[in-house]
């Protein structure tokens, strides 16, 4: 009895003195850089929230509101200090840190206000500066905590990251100076300001010492030491004997591979080779799953879960890395347990699948009652419908999809998306909705899907170069493409008790149909779930490598829309699909050439399954400037000139003759003959091709 009063008494002494400890500057740099630290649900505990520039008519589901996108230059209030006008964008009681900072600018001389920070009730501001000089300059720290992506983008056009935390004991208030902002929104012009400050909030009674000059000067080893290990990534396992499981085969289709590790540790990192010339399926249909001490907790395919989607795209993150060249893909997630895990590889795709060696590293682990199980799932929105064109007070057909779910204790960790956008149209205006606990409105709202990832303005720039936030491609943010985003969290992990949701907005400027595949990362309590089941049907689901994977060009019951066809070229300008409603074109939509001159040609492709003679009907449309053309199927001209002028916008049947179509792949051209007599443009549309009478 008595050696069981003193173990208890010895575990109250080691709880109390853990709650006790002092939060600063120095103790928030380790704990960024500690990769057990993760791992452990927090002591001291916090609650992260968020301030940001959302629309504030953004107010509970069940209207279009609730998808307001004025998500800009909005703030708490206004606030008169020492005669200066400053627009409040964070007023938090402590003790807390903030521990994430972004922001981008539009608008003249936009993000060279002053950015004020205050603390503790103390109105002389501790930090005093541009906010770009704050955020991604070198007033308080250098790069990486300090620095704007990518740079590949116009500094203006970046998104502004300061992960330096800065601590406080009382109260931090956060204020923007400028003469720039002339309203709410933005609506009326000025600067366009944009913000999201993560931020936490400890227990009352955690004693935290407040940021000051003083006390970066007291830590700056220690800093100096941060910024390196997030510079170099600080893996962590040189002096580790790396375990090699037997995995180097060749997985048939529906087969799997597992291994099985024994003892209580923590698998530091793991590291998958294969081909670097992999087919994109592959990476797709193969499925990651570990199961630590019985519960299965990763369900998740091979590229997603370290960071790359279907196709290998170089990152280098803190938590993973994606060597094209040489076909590695590595995670330094610290995975602990207490007995066993065991790690499969599954073929759920057509194919055999070559697996080159898979390489652990593991260290013992301590489990305590704070030891969590790592976790990563995935799911496809495939063929997803994006709503119609969209308006900034929300109409058009926005909607909240599920990135992840929770019930039980345990920490969010990062998610990223993989997705192949059939628009020539930003897909990301959509806002994260995080809700901890139960809450009923969300305590991270945001402004935007590239704004979550670190980036800004839609940029289809790389970057591989920050430790916690990536885009491995972009080539889906303007164009139909491949686009892969990542945000991995350290000191801005989200913990909660009971539960989280994670929704984000899908909010595509147009109507579209596209495949869009989260994957997030977290830890949880044993026995805690995510209710984010295997997505066995989007695994075997064709991967999409072009637009007309998804949108089929191939003529249907004598009809094709003039958006399904594929962009063959033009000698000039540029194509997209429009998609404006109260033109009243078939489905909203037409394929629209602009910017060709007298004697430019634009190739559009379509499909046939037979090689067949018929009536071809073209929609077009005609409006003010609108030129005139003449037109060619398979290199052969049409009789006749097509003057497309009108005074008003309006579409037409113009019968095309009775034409040949070969079986498979067909071409029409159109070249433009005159400009229109108003405007003196050549521009062009098809709404839709009919056959037959």
């Not at 005669?83 to 900072?101: L, S, T």
């Not at 060749?250 to 087919?279: C, F, N, Q, W, Y």
């Not at 057509?350 to 301590?366: A, D, F, M, N, Q």
């Not at 078939?586 to 046939?608: I, P, R």
Request: net charge neutral; charged share 20%.
């Amino acid at each position: 009895m008595q050696k069981t009063i003193f173990w208890l008494m010895l575990a109250l002494v080691a709880l109390s003195s853990c709650t006790h400890r002092t939060v600063t500057l120095e103790s928030l740099l380790k704990e960024m850089t500690d990769r057990d630290a993760i791992a452990r649900y927090p002591a001291p505990e916090y609650r992260l929230k968020q301030f940001s520039s959302y629309d504030r008519a953004t107010i509970a589901p069940g209207d279009h509101t609730w998808f307001a996108n004025w998500d800009r230059s909005m703030f708490i209030r206004t606030d008169t200090i020492s005669g200066r006008k400053e627009y409040v964008m964070m007023d938090a009681e402590g003790p807390g840190a903030i521990v994430r900072f972004w922001m981008t600018f539009a608008g003249e001389n936009s993000g060279r206000g002053i950015l004020r920070i205050y603390f503790d009730g103390d109105m002389v501001p501790a930090i005093e500066g541009t906010a770009f000089d704050v955020l991604s300059g070198t007033l308080l720290t250098g790069a990486p905590l300090a620095t704007s992506v990518s740079d590949s983008t116009e500094y203006e056009h970046r998104g502004h990251n300061l992960y330096l935390p800065l601590p406080y004991a009382r109260r931090c208030l956060v204020t923007y100076q400028s003469q720039n902002i002339k309203d709410p929104g933005a609506k009326t012009g000025g600067e366009a300001a944009y913000y999201n400050i993560n931020y936490r909030t400890y227990p009352s009674g955690t004693k935290v010492t407040t940021w000051s000059p003083g006390e970066m000067y007291r830590c700056r080893t220690t800093l100096d030491q941060v910024q390196d290990f997030l510079a170099t990534r600080g893996r962590g396992v040189t002096d580790l004997k790396p375990d090699s499981l037997k995995f180097d085969a060749i997985l048939a289709p529906g087969t799997l591979r597992s291994d099985t590790l024994e003892g209580r540790k923590a698998i530091r990192m793991i590291r998958v080779e294969v081909d670097p010339a992999i087919d994109p399926q592959a990476l797709r249909s193969t499925v990651l799953k570990i199961a630590f001490d019985g519960e299965t907790t990763v369900w998740c395919p091979l590229g997603d879960f370290f960071g790359t989607g279907y196709q290998l795209r170089h990152s280098n993150t803190w938590y993973t890395s994606t060597d094209p060249g040489r076909g590695i893909l590595t995670a330094w997630w610290v995975m602990p347990f207490r007995e066993r895990a065991v790690i499969t590889l599954e073929n759920f795709g057509k194919e055999p699948v070559e697996i080159g060696e898979v390489t652990l590293y593991t260290t013992p682990w301590k489990w305590d009652r704070r030891s969590m199980h790592f976790g990563s799932s995935w799911h496809q929105f495939t063929r997803l419908q994006t709503g119609n064109a969209k308006e900034n007070d929300g109409r058009g057909g926005a909607f909240d999809i599920n990135y992840a779910s929770f019930s039980g204790k345990g920490v969010y960790a990062g998610d990223g998306v993989a997705l192949f956008n059939t628009m020539y149209g930003w897909w990301g205006e959509g806002d994260e909705k995080v809700f901890v606990d139960g809450e009923t409105f969300p305590s991270h709202i945001g402004t935007g899907t590239e704004d979550y990832y670190g980036y800004a303005w839609c940029r289809p720039e790389k970057f591989a170069n920050h430790a916690f936030i990536a885009q491995p491609d972009g080539s889906g943010n303007f164009w139909p493409g491949y686009t892969v985003n990542l945000r991995q969290r350290s000191l801005d992990a989200i913990p909660f008790g009971s539960s989280l949701r994670f929704d984000m907005e899908m909010w595509h400027w147009n109507k579209a149909t596209i495949h869009h595949a989260p994957v997030t990362w977290y830890y949880l309590m044993p026995g805690g779930k995510s209710h984010i089941l295997p997505d066995t049907a989007g695994v075997r689901e064709p991967v999409a490598l072009r637009r007309s994977d998804i949108i089929s060009p191939w003529i249907r019951n004598g009809r094709l829309e003039g958006e399904n066809m594929v962009f063959g070229g033009a000698s000039r300008g540029n194509i997209e699909f429009q998609n404006i409603p109260r033109f009243h074109w078939s489905e909203d939509m037409q394929v629209f050439w602009q910017g060709g001159k007298t004697g430019d040609h634009l190739d559009l492709l379509f499909y046939s399954a037979d090689s067949v003679i018929t009536q071809v009907t073209a929609a077009f449309t005609h409006a003010p400037d609108y030129g005139t053309f003449r037109v060619e199927l398979n290199g052969k001209p049409l009789p006749g000139v097509f003057n497309l002028f009108h005074e008003t916008v309006t579409t037409r049947e113009v019968p095309l003759g009775t034409l040949p179509l070969r079986k498979g792949r067909n071409q029409l051209r159109a070249i433009i003959t005159g400009t229109s007599g108003n405007e003196g443009k050549a521009f062009f549309g098809i709404d839709y091709l009919k056959l037959g009478e």
